[in-house]
């Protein structure tokens, strides 16, 4: 008899407690990865940004060569 927990529902909120203090760590732990793939993909859109950049550039570029040497058609792209 003396193996018996006095309070069963002692027991129980104990255990919900314990439960409850794991979730929360988890929680955390995945606040910061949500945080570091926002991170992630701020970088990536910036250097989608300036990809597009370098690429309207050397378009432009092109566009000069071909004015220059007449390869341009009648035609516009």
């Given at each position: 008899?003396?193996?018996e927990?006095?309070?069963?529902?002692?027991v129980?909120?104990?255990?919900i407690?314990q439960?409850i203090d794991?979730?929360?760590?988890?929680?955390?732990?995945?606040?910061q990865?949500?945080?570091?793939?926002?991170?992630q993909a701020?970088?990536?859109r910036?250097?989608?940004v300036?990809m597009?950049s370098r690429?309207d550039g050397i378009?432009?570029?092109l566009?000069?060569?071909?004015?220059r040497?007449?390869?341009?058609g009648?035609?516009a792209p």
């Amino acid at each position: 008899m003396s193996d018996e927990p006095e309070n069963l529902i002692l027991v129980y909120l104990h255990r919900i407690d314990q439960k409850i203090d794991r979730l929360s760590d988890d929680i955390g732990d995945l606040r910061q990865r949500v945080t570091s793939l926002d991170e992630q993909a701020a970088r990536i859109r910036g250097d989608m940004v300036a990809m597009s950049s370098r690429i309207d550039g050397i378009r432009q570029r092109l566009d000069r060569i071909e004015r220059r040497f007449d390869l341009v058609g009648s035609e516009a792209p």
